[in-house]
């Protein structure tokens, strides 16, 4: 399969852990995203990266969340301190922009349950 | 925040009939997405059309886009149980070159076989 995958699938966590999350983008894909949804809603745009490059944070990342994409690949995002309202599906999308067409595919996504 | 509104936030339809989604938006766009999420699941990419389009066609999808009124459509014709899904529209942000997604909050499709 070479779609955008993303682990782990679910994950369980107690407020006040710190969880961290992967996603591989397709491999000759250069820009990934981050993306939150919660039910009900569209997802929210979190931020991105060109190659290693962190281009654009939305103020929705508080200083809770960092993401990571060292070597141009895969990316992590890690949550600390977890809160409940950091309840949602993260979606990962991956792009390589031509002709100013910038049609992203997405993974699967993470759903984040914090109890 | 969330760029469109789509409507209606719900739809129900018998299979082989048609369905129509509506979305708005409200800045300058370059282009405009639709995808489709199963429940639970990821998003996929139905379709895209350039700013400069004003009808795109994809099996049975035909999208179409009023710059002038800000506002898009997406029509599925001849409706399968499959269908059954959240679509969004999703458009970037015109004036910024960066590829950010602006979502509405969707089209909860029921298609009844």
């Known amino acids: 399969d070479t779609g955008v995958s993303q682990d782990p699938r679910h994950k369980i966590t107690k407020r006040g852990q710190n969880v961290t999350f992967r996603c591989d983008p397709i491999?000759?894909?250069?820009?990934l995203y981050w993306y939150r949804q919660t039910l009900g809603q569209g997802p929210e745009f979190l931020t991105y990266f060109q190659n290693e490059a962190q281009l654009e944070k939305s103020r929705l990342l508080s200083d809770r969340f960092s993401a990571e994409r060292p070597k141009g690949s895969f990316s992590t995002l890690e949550i600390q301190r977890t809160e409940q309202g950091d309840s949602a599906m993260y979606l990962c999308a991956s792009s390589r922009p031509t002709q100013g067409i910038d049609e992203q595919y997405f993974g699967p996504g993470t759903r984040l349950t914090v109890t | 925040s969330q760029q469109g509104e789509e409507d209606p936030q719900a739809l129900s339809i018998q299979e082989g009939e048609n369905a129509t989604m509506n979305c708005s938006y409200k800045?300058?766009?370059?282009?405009l997405q639709w995808y489709r999420q199963n429940s639970g699941r990821g998003l996929v990419h139905l379709i895209l059309i350039r700013s400069n389009e004003r009808e795109k066609h994809s099996g049975r999808l035909r999208v179409t886009l009023d710059t002038s009124k800000k506002s898009s459509s997406l029509l599925i014709t001849a409706s399968r149980a499959a269908d059954t899904a959240s679509y969004f529209c999703?458009?970037?942000?015109?004036?910024?070159?960066?590829?950010?997604?602006?979502f509405g909050q969707g089209t909860e499709l029921s298609v009844k076989p």
């Open positions: 491999s000759e894909h250069n820009r």
């Open positions: 999703a458009t970037d942000d015109g004036d910024n070159q960066g590829g950010k997604l602006i």
């Open positions: 800045t300058s766009i370059n282009n």
